[in-house]
């Protein structure tokens, strides 16, 4: 049987993420990463992003205090990743062949609702600002590189 069309898929549940969900995530992450972010960055670039989205990071940020939600395709792939440190969201990743289909936007509602009335900041990547802007982030600042990451400064005000 022929593969369905990405918008026939059923939407992938969008939940709190566990420890369980984090080698799954940090995988989806890093291939995105590799795909969409990292061309053209320096290997000092590569390097620190490999040191933020690895599976055992991830852990240790859920086990002190951040809080992160996935979403998950119907054979239970994490298609999906976001996550929030006090009102600071980072890592906002989804599949590269489940974009466009609002997942980033459930994942954002997820990560908001625990902070009704908050102003929530980003530090986005080139490619993600188009898509920051639509969600409604506006830039805060000039962007600025760190430990070889290009990030814009963003916030998405109440
Ligand atoms: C940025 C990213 C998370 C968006 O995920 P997504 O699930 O495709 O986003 P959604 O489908 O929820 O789209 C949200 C809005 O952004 C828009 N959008 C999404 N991707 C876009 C793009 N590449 N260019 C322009 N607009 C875009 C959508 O049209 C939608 O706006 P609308 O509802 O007004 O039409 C995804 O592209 C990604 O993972 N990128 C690579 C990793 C990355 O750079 N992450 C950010 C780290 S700071």
Known sequence: ???????????PAVRPATAGDCPGAAAMVRRAFALQVAPG???????????????RALEERLATG???????AEDGR??????REG???????????HQRRGIARRLLAAAV????????????????LPAYTR?????????????GLTATPMALHP
């Open 87 to 97: 009102t600071h969201l980072y890592l906002l990743f989804v599949h590269p062949e």
């Open 41 to 55: 960055l320096p290997p000092e670039g590569e390097a620190t992003f490999r040191a933020i989205a690895d599976a």
């Open 113 to 128: 609702a625990g902070i009704p009335g908050a102003t929530v900041t980003v530090h986005a990547t080139a490619y993600a």
């Open 135 to 147: 969600l409604g982030f506006r830039v805060t600042g000039p962007a600025f590189t760190r430990g």
């Open 66 to 72: 951040s809080r992160a939600w996935v979403a998950v």
């Open 78 to 83: 994490v298609v999906g990743y976001a996550e």
């Open 1 to 11: 049987m022929a593969t369905p069309a990405p918008a026939s898929r059923p939407a």
